[in-house]
């Protein structure tokens, strides 16, 4: 099983609103990360997580605050985002954090903000 | 640092036609290379790799070489199919630093 879930699918929120995006896996994979991909653009690295600790942090606005609360699960809080945050948010885990370490990616939430 | 320069497209063949995206790269060290596609309205779907110099990749019909010499990991296929149609990034991975191309897009016309 290579599957990362992301939920919810599909997300709409308002600029005051507080929601959280939420990502799972099952391969025991020790390394776990959120990317940010806008229109027609690559995915850009913002957070990596290796054994439940944050390792990167790629200058990420405190309105995003990731969240490792076990090995298999990975969530993003987002409070007062801008409009310009609407994107797709990638989750990807590995097996650990060497380079050569396969990342498989989630099928995305593609978030709104109004 | 790291990064990957991708030949953006778009690409538009015919069926049966033969494919090369280009890719080549700047890293310190030994990164690991790979070649993701993403379908629309989807995330991405790994499709190959490579991890060290003259690997070669290959799933589906596609193959990449690791060309550190040039450091090139050109993406090929010699017959596409319209079910190819879709957003090819070339990607690079050295430690946790993971660096994608802009992205291919490719159509594949009947």
């Known amino acids: 099983d ?6 919810p699918k599909h997300l709409v929120m308002g600029m005051t609103n507080k929601k959280s995006l939420k990502c799972e896996q099952h391969m025991g994979h020790r390394a776990m990360y959120w990317y ?7 995915p850009e690295l913002m957070f990596v997580y290796s054994y439940e600790k944050l390792s990167i942090n790629e ?9 490792c609360p076990n090995s298999s699960l990975l969530n993003l809080h987002l ?11 990638l989750c990807a885990s590995s097996f650990g954090g060497q380079g050569t370490d396969t990342q498989y990616f989630g099928p995305g939430t593609r978030l709104t903000v109004l | 640092g790291n990064s990957v320069t991708q030949m953006e497209g778009p690409v ?29 309205g ?13 690997d070669k990749g290959s799933n589906k019909g596609f193959e990449a070489t690791y060309r550190k010499e040039t450091t090139s990991f050109h993406l090929e296929k010699g017959s596409v199919q319209v079910s190819d ?3 090819y990034f070339c990607a690079l991975r050295n430690n946790n ?5 802009a992205g291919t897009r490719l159509t594949v016309k009947p």
Request: charged share 20%; glycine share 4%.
């Open chain 1, 36 to 42: 940010k991909q806008k229109a027609k653009k690559p």
């Open chain 2, 12 to 40: 538009t063949l015919s069926e049966e036609a033969f494919l090369t995206i280009n890719c080549t790269y700047t890293a310190t060290g030994y990164p690991s290379l790979f070649w993701y596609v993403q379908y629309p």
């Open chain 1, 59 to 67: 200058s990420v606005p405190s309105r995003f605050s990731p969240e």
């Open chain 2, 42 to 54: 989807e995330g991405l779907q790994l499709l190959l790799k490579a991890t060290k110099a003259d």
């Open chain 2, 97 to 101: 630093d993971m660096r994608f191309g």
């Open chain 1, 2 to 7: 290579t599957e990362v879930t992301q939920t």
């Open chain 1, 79 to 89: 409070h007062a985002l801008q409009p310009e945050d609407s994107a797709l948010y």
């Open chain 2, 85 to 87: 149609s879709a957003v």
